[in-house]
């Protein structure tokens, strides 16, 4: 029997479920994070991404560092990144993200970046410079990168990857079938070429996945097992939450024992670590995924 996608009313649809409910980012902690970012002149996804843990995450004195702008080349329907003509380029930003960290006393960092399609060198320069920079002056800290799709460049991938971070991510976001709506520049099966030449290369590797897209059960498994497949150590599963009325409607809300069941068939098909909730994120407990 074929599982066709939920499709449920749009009154059903609007109605937020309580176990998404999360609480305001307030607290001293949350506001001396506050402070660094805007001093450095720093961009995170916390903030770029509408990230429904930011209270929490900057509340322990952690952020994700987005570099190379906050303008992305790409037009993703899920994400609320602005889209356009990037025209910020900042060799000096390494510099700051590291002293940012040192002064955070952050212990795992995590730094991501928007697609910077017009470069030549995809901004794989700009990255391999962050993380040289954050081990130059904190040498105890660890890294995770959430690299973009470098839409085959290879040389630029080998570049993002062998400054010295931990774990290497790249988020597939959805299943096969919904690429074209969802991430319409990108290509699924590129995305698991990328994900297997890191690993070939000797990285810890990670991917996420956003649910409530219109995936259904076997989408969902097929898209783990390519992804075990190709080498992916460590899977995020999370709710998508619709960012604004302009970007694509959330079409199920998932509830938590789905989220456990895809977390018990992840670690069954081979994955060493798997977090899956509705309010996952990427970067959520992104320190455990270190020593996986």
Not at 51 to 66: H, I, Q, R, S, Y
Not at 122 to 142: C, F, H, L, N
Not at 201 to 219: N, P
Not at 241 to 254: A, D, G, N
Request: proline share 5%.
């Amino acid at each position: 029997m074929i599982e066709l996608p939920v499709i449920p009313s749009e009154q059903q649809r609007k109605k937020r479920p309580d176990w998404l409910r999360v609480k305001l980012p307030i607290g001293p902690e949350y506001a001396k994070v506050r402070k660094l970012v805007d001093t450095y002149q720093l961009h995170t996804i916390c903030e770029s991404g509408n990230c429904p843990n930011m209270g929490e995450c900057w509340g322990a004195g952690t952020a994700t560092f987005m570099i190379l702008g906050n303008v992305c080349t790409r037009s993703c329907t899920f994400c609320a990144v602005a889209t356009g003509r990037p025209n910020e380029y900042d060799t000096d930003e390494p510099r700051r993200v590291a002293e940012a960290i040192l002064l955070m006393k952050v212990k795992h960092a995590v730094i991501t970046s928007v697609n910077r399609d017009e470069l030549k060198d995809r901004g794989a320069e700009i990255w391999y410079q962050t993380v040289r920079a954050v081990k130059e002056v904190s040498p105890t800290t660890t890294i995770e990168t959430l690299i973009p799709d470098t839409k085959g460049n290879w040389d630029a991938l080998t570049r993002m990857i062998e400054a010295g971070q931990e774990v290497v991510s790249h988020n597939m976001e959805t299943v096969e079938r919904l690429y074209r709506r969802v991430r319409p520049q990108a290509r699924y099966e590129r995305s698991l070429e990328q994900i297997r030449r890191t690993k070939e290369y000797g990285q810890r590797t990670k991917s996420g996945i956003m649910l409530g897209l219109g995936e259904t059960t076997d989408e969902v498994l097929k898209a783990i097992d390519d992804l075990v497949e190709n080498g992916l150590d460590i899977l995020t599963l999370g709710q998508y939450l619709q960012p604004t009325k302009m970007h694509h409607e959330v079409i199920e809300w998932i509830h938590p024992e789905k989220f456990a069941m895809y977390r018990e068939e992840g670690l069954k098909r081979g994955l060493k670590y798997v977090e899956s909730g509705p309010l996952v994120r990427s970067s959520y407990h992104a320190e455990r995924h270190v020593n996986v």
